[in-house]
């Protein structure tokens, strides 16, 4: 297949020591940052994009794979020895790990979350491998009306699946969509919402929105609530498992591979659903029911291994059609886009090396993570130790240099900050900041592929509906929005069914 | 500026009862949504065969749907609806929110975005973080300075000029 000689050329260029060398640091970083208590996969990439200013974009991108990974397994680690996770992703985790860690079991919870995130992930990717060249061929086909049906689907599922409240969640696409309109229209040149402020012609970069509203939000909102009390960290030693431990793992290494996967990679995607159904799985099959809530290793093993998986396959609609669905892969999106490189299907056919090396590189990225890991744990932990003040204090320092990094502008600290003050507001209020951030990324080229829709029916409205490929996606969306009504209504239909049928 | 500045009245938050502080959220919500319309009637009408659509319906359309959820979101709020404060490892919901802490992170931003040309990262950085450590309750001040620093120091050299990435020198241009 085309696809495996591509991944193989890819594999020969990860293999060359000083592109290893580049991997190595990506993971290394990626762990160290993503293991800091209140710092998640996504504020970990966005932080550490200045790491990548300067490089070749190859070089630049083996890099991301690196802390993309190494983030995650941090925040793993995070969640088994703090509790409280960073991101919604691990809270599953933390339910099982953290009780497992108490029980003096830290070192197995580890070990499981490692070799399970190892598993799912080199499965995942291998998935990856497989089912990106047909999602890719299939994107080929699809003309604008099909890209902005799919748009809207992720902006629908971003704001009205994932999160407690649908309200709060479109509040917060709308906000980011707002964000993602100020600048210079791409097709007539007219400003909108600039105010003549001639740093904002070229419309607010995504990075500094995602590194205003994570990594300064947070630190504002972590300053109007800092606990004072030092916070226990549980001690943990090399992390091992024994044959039992083995026995137990790895079935529910395997299931949540299978719940991951399809979940990461649909248009609606997200860690939390897969996370979740894996837990209750594992608990309805476990012959150690009574172990869940007091620290079952299933209750790790699984749901870690459908978040690696996940992540692995949020990769795809991502490389394949340009949409990202976590607030991971936007951040990546922007990273990328600064590089002037569009994702998409033809990114497949101008830069197969690059996306192969990329994919080639995650699972490098994956082995030396297991690598490392397991002799690293006890370092990692020491981590968690770190003063709050200095912990909080370094994420704004880091955010500023970031942020101002990208254009040398001043202005831009000042957007910094007026974006986290926004992102302190959405964390008192429990406004969800993922679909803020798809919001800014996906918002101009929605408007984009709406408006070439338009232009290709001459103005009628019709346009956006295009072929079948946008009416199911409407369709889907449809489903979404009434879900709840039906949910309400389709038990009493149901119940006036029964009673007629029998009569 | 798209966004603006929200100032929660966070007077109540007593968990009892509504989240009255919410209608912030929605007076935040309806000021956007005009802002966003009156901003999109000020840009002339400009249609062509190529662009039937123009750069004006789409910003109309957002600040609509501000309007319409600012509306709903009153209706939830009034019904009692709340969302939850995010909560964290270093997070401690039981507190009020602290705005000396607040202001003070705040201040130490602000220094370092107004300073950052004219006297250089590495000392509008070490502000920066000497600042914020010391709003956040370090109080280890000798420490915290060397820190501060070492990190500025750290970060300019090998960002600026081993990587080449954009950091002013500012006043210690010539001597770094």
Known sequence: ?503 | MSVQTREPEAADEKPKGGDRAQYGVCAFLVLLGVMVIVDAMRISHFASSNDPVGPRPVPIILGVLLLITAAVYTVDVTRGGRGEPESGEDIDLTSRIDWRTVLLVIAAFAVNAVLIEWAGWVISGTLLFWGTAFALGSRHHFRNLAVAVSLSLITFYSFAIGLGVNLPAGLLQGIL
């Open chain 1, 1 to 503: 297949m085309d696809s495996v000689a591509h991944l193989l050329d890819g594999f020969a260029a990860v293999l060359a020591p000083s592109t290893l060398l580049v991997a190595l640091i990506g993971v290394i970083a990626g762990t160290a940052v993503g293991v800091l208590p209140g710092i998640g996969p996504a504020m970990t990439v966005a932080l550490l994009l200045p790491l990548t200013y300067g490089m070749e974009p190859t070089q630049a991108f083996i890099l991301f794979a690196g802390i993309y990974y190494g983030g995650m397994y941090g925040g793993s680690t995070t969640s088994i020895l703090l509790n409280t996770p960073g991101e919604s992703a691990s809270v599953v985790t933390a339910i099982e790990g953290n009780k497992m860690a108490k029980a003096g079991r830290a070192a197995q919870a580890l070990a499981t979350a490692a070799i399970g995130s190892f598993v799912a992930g080199t499965l995942a990717n291998v998935l990856l491998v497989l089912v990106t060249p047909v999602v890719v061929s299939f994107a080929i086909s699809l003309g604008a009306p099909d890209y902005f049906a799919l748009m809207m689907l992720a902006f629908v599922a971003v704001s009205a699946v994932l999160g407690a409240s649908r309200l709060r969640g479109i509040t917060s696409l709308l906000l980011g969509l707002v964000i993602g309109l100020v600048g210079i229209d791409s097709v007539t040149g007219q400003r909108r919402l600039t105010f003549d402020i001639p740093q904002l012609a070229d419309g607010i970069d995504v990075i500094v929105v995602a590194v205003g509203i994570f990594a300064v939000g947070e630190a504002l909102w972590t300053a109007a609530h800092l606990r004072r009390s030092k916070p226990t960290v549980i001690p943990v030693g090399r992390p091992w498992m024994g044959a039992q431990d083995w026995k137990r793992s790895w079935r529910p290494w395997l299931r949540g591979t299978a719940f991951g996967f399809p979940f990461g990679a649909l248009p609606a995607g997200g860690a939390e659903l897969p996370t979740f159904l894996s837990y209750v799985t594992e608990k309805r099959l476990s012959k150690h029911r009574e172990e869940f809530g007091k620290g079952a290793i299933e209750g790790v093993a699984g749901p870690e291994a459908a978040n690696n998986a996940s992540a692995a396959g949020t990769l795809v609609p991502m490389l394949a059609i340009g949409l990202p669905t976590t607030a991971t892969a936007a951040v990546m999106l922007a990273a990328f886009e600064s590089y002037g490189i569009q994702p998409g299907p033809l990114l497949f056919e101008r830069q197969p090396t690059l996306v192969w090396t990329l994919i080639a590189s995650l699972f490098v990225g994956n082995l030396m993570l297991l690598v490392l890991n397991l002799p690293l744990a006890p370092t990692w932990a020491k981590l968690l130790q770190i003063p709050r003040p200095y912990l909080y204090a370094g994420i704004l320092f880091f955010a500023s240099m970031g942020a101002y990094a990208v254009n040398a502008q001043p202005m831009d600290l000042a957007l910094l900050l007026v974006l986290g003050l926004l992102g302190f507001g959405m964390r008192r209020f429990g406004l969800p900041v993922l679909p803020l951030i798809v919001g800014v990324i996906l918002g101009p080229r929605a408007e984009q592929q709406g408006r070439r829709s338009l232009q290709l029916s001459g103005g009628e409205l019709s346009g956006l509906i295009g072929g079948p490929v946008a009416l199911t996606v409407y369709a889907a969306i449809a489903l979404i929005l009434l879900w709840p009504l039906l949910r309400r209504f389709a038990p009493r239909l149901l119940r006036r069914d029964t009673p007629a049928r029998t009569g």
